[in-house]
Nanobody, 132 residues
Framework: QVQLVESGGGLVQPGGSLRLSCAAS????????IGWFRQAPGKEREGVSC????????YNSDSVKGRFTISRDNVKNTVTLQMDSLKPEDTAVYYCAAGARGHCSGSHFYPGGVRIYGMDYWGKGTLVTVSS
């Protein structure tokens, strides 16, 4: 059983940056595909960024491409989402998720540009608010 805990959310002005962390216990994260998802009020949850278990290839949705970066720290057993040039539309609760057989890929043929599925474990989320 893997437990995931997100941290790093908060209030930031448009154009600012935040760094979210997803800390794991119960297993080593480098065996898992990791996804970051978000859900804004009144909207469906969407996949934002992911990193594969096989070769740590990363993919980002079209809405965050060029602004968000996902990375692993195998020593700390965490996955980080660096968020730069934040916009009000990035306001949401952000969740990390892990899947031992998870899928992570990106293509301009996909709605939103990224496809993430097969997540087995989820954190409880951290709120990001982008507002002046």
């Amino acid at each position: 059983q893997v437990q995931l805990v997100e941290s790093g959310g908060g209030l930031v002005q448009p154009g600012g940056s935040l760094r979210l962390s997803c800390a794991a216990s119960g297993d080593t994260l480098d065996y898992y595909t990791i996804g970051w998802f978000r859900q804004a009020p009144g909207k469906e949850r969407e996949g934002v960024s992911c990193i594969s278990s096989s070769d740590s290839t990363t993919y980002n949705s079209d809405s965050v491409k060029g602004r968000f970066t996902i990375s692993r720290d195998n020593v700390k057993n965490t996955v980080t989402l660096q968020m730069d040039s934040l916009k009000p539309e990035d306001t949401a609760v952000y969740y990390c998720a892990a899947g031992a057989r998870g899928h992570c890929s990106g293509s301009h043929f996909y709605p939103g540009g990224v496809r993430i599925y097969g997540m087995d474990y989820w954190g409880k989320g951290t709120l990001v608010t982008v507002s002046s």
